[in-house]
Nanobody, 117 residues
């Protein structure tokens, strides 16, 4: 079993920055993808950014140029640096670990990000 612990959520003014952290522990296979999804009230959960063990990353169009994802494979940690935050970024952000072997997903409990106008 894999456990994901998220931190860094909170409230920030528009234009500000926030950094989210997710630490994975447990039975983690070496080849995996870690990333962040978010879900706003009344909206479907959407991909924000993801990064593979090899360092390849992918971003939602809405956050390109503002958010940066990175990871530490030794510490099994993924970071989402969020800059130039907008009110529409307000959502619950969920950490994801996807195992290529077995194609299984593990989710964190989520952390609230609120951006005020």
């Amino acid at each position: 079993q894999v456990q994901l612990v998220e931190s860094g959520g909170g409230m920030v003014q528009a234009g500000g920055s926030l950094r989210l952290s997710c630490v994975a522990s447990g039975s983690i296979f070496g080849i995996n993808t870690m990333g962040w999804y978010r879900q706003a009230p009344g909206k479907q959960r959407e991909l924000v950014a993801a990064i593979t063990t090899g360092g390849s990353s992918n971003y939602a169009d809405s956050v390109k140029g503002r958010f940066t994802i990175s990871r530490d494979n030794v510490k099994n940690t993924v970071i989402l640096q969020m800059n130039s935050l907008k009110p529409e970024d307000t959502a619950v952000y969920y950490c994801l670990l996807h195992h290529l072997i077995g194609r299984t997903d593990y989710w964190g409990q989520g952390t609230q990000v609120t951006v005020s106008a």
